[in-house]
Structures are given as structure tokens and as C-alpha cells.
């Protein structure tokens, strides 16, 4: 209950920043088109699909993408990648997910240097099975879909609070005889820079 406390009191300070931030800024700053690159940090928990397992931990990692914005309309791509120290144990079992990564479109609504958007695309990611010393791991590859928000405090730097889900196909591990798959939720806070 505390990590979802702490959580839902970040996405609320970065959304409380934006109107303040944006006061700063005439109706003149338009950031969102171009090239950027960023990093990002934050929380995921998770479901094993046919185990008693509950994966969670800390996730960062890094992203990039390039959006246009047609009037108030952005619109673009991004990639990321991620280190996660999420694992559950229960009994002889252990389910880790290492790292994990997307492919997304992006599109949204700006608010002068604020961009409220959804995303969706590709989600693919590592999946750890360990059982009373024997390990197997796969790559499951599946699909994820979210929202954010990005305030954009420099004409080069921007903040966001974003949320994702990523739903990672069933495979078949031969130590456990069964498929698994994995349902993740990623809540994180990032930075980007844009050239």
C-alpha cells in the first residue's frame, strides 16, 4: 500500500508542476516537434500467468523518439528500453523479469509547453523461471498501451509522469510444464532533451 501511496503522490506533484510551469511560458512555446532523447525511472508490478507469483521492483531505463505537432496535435514514435529488478518467490519458485522494452506510438493534445497523450505498440521483454536450482528463461513479446503527460520547462527539456501496461504473451517453460505470460504495470517519471 505505501509503494502505491508514493506513487500516485508523485504522478500528482508532476501534474500540480504543469499549470505552473505553463504560466511561465506564453502561448508561443511549442517544444514538441523534433528528435529527442531521455531517461526515466520508476515502478513496476506485475502477474505470472498459471503461479502464485506477483512480480515486482524498480525499472529504469532509457528512451527516444521524434514527434510533429500539427496545431495543437502531436504526434510521433518512441522506443525504450528497460533494466527491472521485478521477482517474486514463492516456495521453490522464482519468476524475474530483467529487463524489457517497447515500441509505441505516441499522439496527444498541447497545451502550450503541456502535452497530455496515449500510447500504444509493441511491448517485449525477458522472462526468468527458476525452480529449486534449474533456470529457464524466454523472451515473451506482446503488446502495451498507457498515458502521460510531458511539461516541457525549457524549449529542450521536458518532464513526464507516464503509465503503462504491457501484456507479454504465454511461452512455454519446460521446467514447470505449463505456459506462463506476464501482465506488467509500469508507473514512472522521466526527463527528455530535444535537439
Known sequence: MKKNTWLGLAVVATLAAGPALAADYGSGYAPWTGPYIGANLG????????LPLSPSGVAGGIQAGYLWQNG?????????????GAYDTFAAWKFSNRWFGTLRARAGWALDNILLYGTAGLAYGDGDLDIGGLSESHTHVGWTAGLGIEVGFTPNWSAKAEYLYLDLAERGYSISGVTHGQHNNLLRLGVNYRF
Open 72 to 84: 495543437q496535435f502531436v504526434f510521433g514514435g518512441e522506443t525504450d528500453l528497460q533494466l527491472s
Open 43 to 50: 515502478y513496476q508490478w506485475s502477474d505470472v500467468s498459471r
